[in-house]
């Protein structure tokens, strides 16, 4: 039988490096996010140029071979380091879209830049090596207004995507109420980096108003619900998004598995489960989350293709027309054709 061509899946939100942390964060002293956090500080801090390429030219060819044919690398680890995640996507031959994080304050030292200048200027120095670049201001923990206002005129100006954590965790809601007044999306909305080149990665502490603002600004959500399970970062609004209108795409993120249709049945799960319904999500609507949607996430027109192989046994004696449905709810990666 003939492979079925269908978009490749895009991949929206990706920390390459945390797919080294497989295994080893699980239990014990990893109990939250919090501590999960400052071993994956810690893993950050270790990362040379020369190993960011050898890695992640390894954690690449393994998304490619899951299905995705793009990424969005989510990078804090650098300039030197960005250009070596470059070179690892060309090796990979997948395509990369670089989100540049900009980081002014917590974190490590190395996450970095003295100021939004400076980072504007590293994200100019960037596109003239040829990488193809989004803004990413890391979280509003990372950023504070001022940089948040300047990120979001460049973006505007330079019709550039901006990715940016927000609503991930109870803590990171309450230490943003305390030190600005309101929530993290309503600061990114009264900052000027909420509208259609946005995605707000997470989303799960979000509230209802806090939607509204994304829903009304154009923006898009990016979902990452294995590692929002792994972290315990709560459930994706999947069922409040789909309500609103508000598009969203999916990520592997911290790398713990790469399979985009884990990620695609998941959250018609959580949805199912939040609303006591089945059908929540349409098949149709939860490929364009994981392909046109990452695509549009992105600022891409074009992407390659994948094949299904419709020979695996896990498609075998599958009628013709129940075949996505069969690939989204009943398929692992590995149904891609090598």
Known sequence: MRPLSLPGFVNAHSHTFQRRLRGCVEGGEYSDFWAWRERMIAEAERQTPELIRE?????????????????????YLGFDGALAAADAARQAEIELVLLYAAYARGGSERFRQPSVAEYLRQVDELRRHGVRVGSAP????A????WLEDIGRYA????????????????EVEECLAEHGVRPIELLDRAGCLGPRTTVVHATEANDGELDLIAEA??????????????????????????????????????????????LRELEGIARRQRGVRGVVSVDTLLGAGADEGAGALGLDRWPDIEIDLDHRSLRGVEQCDTLAALVFGCSADVVAA
């Open 55 to 75: 890695s992640y030219a390894e954690g690449y060819r393994e998304m490619r071979a899951a299905g995705y044919t793009v990424v969005g690398e989510f990078h």
């Open 156 to 171: 505007e100006r330079e019709d550039v995507v901006l990715h940016v954590h927000a609503c991930e965790q109870p803590r």
């Open 143 to 146: 950023c504070p207004p001022d």
């Open 218 to 263: 154009g923006a898009r959500v990016c979902l990452c619900p294995t590692t929002e399970a792994n972290l315990g970062d709560g459930f994706a609004p999947v069922a409040r998004l789909c309500e609103r209108g508000i598009g969203f795409c999916i990520g592997s993120d911290s790398n713990v598995r790469i399979d985009p249709l884990e990620e």
């Open 138 to 141: 890391h979280s509003v923990r």
